[in-house]
């Protein structure tokens, strides 16, 4: 079955910058895109951004261009997401989420999370 | 690009029936039928439960229904169950490779 285990939590100072990983199997990874989604404490969810696994075309929320970075690693299945210059309002649980090559689609498949908690 | 516009809270009382809408613009939710709908339980993931407006991903209850007029979509959960209490997020594509989520809503079951 479809799995996407996501790297363990993050504490990072205001300022830094922090990488998540999203490990995926039971599916052939160039075969699907991968969605980034953001939760802060008590609030909605965010889309950050989108790579294409297959072609390496990438797509980032404008809320976040320029501090964003979405990458993958095809031989180790798992994708990774970079945020840069961490604030206080970063602080949230990121997930991933299997895409189709299509953006538009709705993921299905998510990893388990990853807490963020930046503070100095 | 901001958030689709969600109602912050609904309720209803088990059976009953409660719809959720999810009001966007000309460039996401009015122009595209790629809207879908996710349940988030407390801690969890969130879980699609509509896609493509009116689709069922497999083992989603036929109680949960999609739509779409113009700019605004809903969400309809008929027969209300104790279960269904969770937070409900719209998704829209909104062009260039991008989407968006609702603001979410709370739903209660009285």
């Known amino acids: 079955q479809v799995l996407l285990v996501q790297s363990g939590a993050e504490v990072k100072k205001p300022g830094a910058s922090v990488k998540i990983s999203c490990e995926a199997s039971g599916y052939t990874f160039t075969n699907y895109a991968m969605h980034w989604v953001r939760q802060a404490p008590g609030q909605g969810l965010e889309w950050m951004g989108w790579i294409n696994i297959g072609d390496d075309n990438t797509k980032y929320s404008q809320k976040f261009q320029g501090r964003v970075t979405i990458t993958k690693d095809t031989s180790a299945s798992t994708a990774y997401m970079e945020l840069s210059s961490l604030r206080s309002e970063d602080t949230a649980v990121y997930f991933c989420?299997?895409?189709?090559?299509?953006?538009?689609?709705?993921?299905?498949?998510w990893g388990q999370g990853t807490l963020v908690t930046v503070s100095s | 690009q901001s958030a689709l516009t969600q109602p912050p809270s609904a309720s209803g009382s088990p059976g009953q029936s409660v719809t959720i809408s999810c009001s966007g613009t000309s460039s996401d939710v009015g122009a595209s039928n790629f809207v879908s709908w996710y349940q988030q339980h407390p801690g969890k993931a969130p879980k699609l439960m509509i896609y493509?407006?009116?689709k069922r991903p497999s083992g989603v209850p036929d109680r949960f229904s999609g739509s779409k007029s113009g700019n605004t979509a809903s969400l309809t959960v008929s027969g209300l169950q104790a279960e269904d209490e969770a937070d409900y997020y719209c998704y829209s594509y909104a062009g260039s490779n991008t989407v968006l989520f609702g603001g979410g809503t709370k739903l209660t079951v009285l």
């Open positions: 989420a299997r895409g189709t090559t299509l953006a538009a689609a709705a993921p299905i498949h």
């Open positions: 493509e407006v009116i």
